[in-house]
């Protein structure tokens, strides 16, 4: 029944806009949309694919005036039946249809619902259904870009492939087993060796995937730190293009974090500006340098700011040696006036990657941006042909296959009976199978669709 029963649910953001659509799947979702709406033709005698025109009626009463899409199962989201109501975009019709739509015999869509439908009915697997939900809350170019090649089947072919690879070899081995006069495993297991290699050398290509791929879907969560007056929030108000900080020649005018979202060469990053780090007795200053070296255990990138126009002290000796293992960048920064410490000397002093910058003059902003994208990503997230793994389940699941193919390599080293290949190959093959849905349990399926947004 669960299945079957036809479910509501509006398909758009719930504020004041131009349009919003209510969607609508199941086996009777026309004839429920029917008792609501009233135009040239009955939605039921119109042909799939059509757009109808009319109006919402509760009772005798105009709620709204409306176009209607019909898309008749199989050739749907879900592959049911399925109706879309394109009303005006207030929240208060928005709701007054949809209850209309529960009076005449609708539910109420869980979260991810119809995309669940979609999976469950075959229509797409489990890492496309995943990618829907990467598409939507994508934040930039290059992150939906990647999203459309999973949605397009990109992974499912990989791993559709691999399983084939795998479920071959599982069959010959049992044959063997079981038929040895017509089967003959002599050299068999140095010739598996080489194959099951090759398939590790690309499930480990989608596992390396994984550490640009998340920062792809997360952003790269970005601090900036430096000493009091370094320029710390003109480099913010550089980098947004906007003056999202107050710069002042005050020390200490920033005393909390402030938080910013932008866009480098296709990138996001998560900027974070702290208050500038030093001694001090003010209480209220104490507090944001305290979160300042708090926020560095979870950065993925340090932008570590230094006053070129004044000698290194004690502040920035000690920054230094708080962020010594992470990724940093550092910015000798104030380049426009006359410096007293230089690229090579911070350089030697700290091998760590530093730039030349001004805030002013713009100096060595283009430089900054490339260092960043080359540092996380080697130039290669510019690539076409390369496939991100963004998911973490994804990334677990090709992890677990992986030990299980590394498990195949240590008995033929051993030179175990043949049958304990297979055992290690059907586990790698079910792992992998987690990946599309093909074997995955009812709870975590229910677990994935209910992060998914209403309607979708």
């Known amino acids: 029944m669960y299945q079957s029963d036809t479910i509501a649910a509006i398909a758009t953001s719930m504020n004041s806009s131009g349009i919003g659509i209510i969607r609508v799947s199941g086996e009777d979702s026309i ?40 898309m008749k199962a199989p ?10 109501i394109d009303c005006h975009g207030g929240i208060l019709v928005l709701k007054k249809v949809l209850s209309l739509l529960v009076k005449a015999g609708a539910r109420i869509a869980e979260p991810g619902e119809f995309t669940k439908r979609a999976f469950l009915n075959g229509r797409i697997d489990l890492s496309e259904a995943e990618s829907i939900m990467d598409l939507i809350s994508s934040n930039s170019e290059l992150a939906m870009k990647n999203s459309i090649k999973q949605l397009s089947g990109s992974l499912n072919k990989i791993i559709v492939s691999l399983r084939d690879k795998i479920l071959y070899e599982t069959a010959f081995i049992e044959s063997a087993l079981d038929d040895p006069e017509h089967y003959d495993l002599t050299g068999y ?15 480990d290509g989608l596992i390396d995937s994984f ?34 900080a107050i710069v002042t020649d005050i020390p200490g005018t920033t005393r909390d974090t402030l938080e910013e979202q932008i866009t480098i060469n296709g990138v996001s990053l998560n900027i974070i500006d702290t208050a500038g780090i030093r001694e001090t007795d003010d209480v209220v200053e104490k507090i944001g340098v305290d979160k300042a070296i708090d926020s560095i255990d979870d950065a993925d990138l340090i932008l570590f700011v230094l006053d070129s126009s004044r000698p290194l002290d004690e502040n920035d ?8 293992d992470k990724k940093v960048i550092i910015l000798l ?16 002093k ?37 496939l991100y793994i963004t998911n973490s389940r994804q990334a677990a699941c090709l992890s677990n296959a992986k030990s299980s193919l590394e498990n195949v390599l240590t008995s033929i080293d051993n030179k175990m009976p043949e049958d304990f290949f297979s055992i290690d190959l059907m586990d790698a093959y079910s792992y ?12 975590l399926a229910n677990k994935i669709f209910s992060e998914f947004c209403m309607g979708k």
């Open 31 to 70: 004839s429920i949309v029917d008792t609501i709406f009233r135009g040239k033709n009955k939605l039921k005698d119109c042909d799939s694919h059509t757009i109808q025109y009319g109006h919402i009626y509760s009772g005798d009463e105009i709620v709204d005036e409306v176009l209607v899409l019909i």
């Open 432 to 443: 992998l199978g987690e990946i599309t849905g093909e074997t995955i349990d009812d709870d």
């Open 189 to 203: 297991p140095e010739e598996l060796k080489g194959k099951v290699e090759g398939i590790i050398d690309t499930v």
């Open 75 to 84: 050739r749907s989201y879900t592959t049911e039946d399925v109706v879309e």
């Open 317 to 324: 000796e000690f920054i230094i040696n708080k962020i010594l």
């Open 333 to 348: 920064n104030k380049s426009d006036l006359s410096t007293v410490i230089s690229e090579e000397e911070i350089y030697n």
């Open 211 to 244: 550490n640009s791929g998340h920062i792809l879907k997360e952003g790269i969560n970005t601090l900036i730190l430096g000493k009091p007056n370094a320029g710390k929030s003109s480099l913010l108000n550089t980098l947004s293009r906007r003056e999202r």
């Open 350 to 386: 700290y091998n760590k990657c530093v730039i030349s910058f001004s805030s002013v003059s713009l100096d060595g902003l283009k430089t900054l941006e490339s260092t960043i994208t080359d540092m996380f990503f080697s130039g290669e997230v510019r690539s076409d042909d390369t």
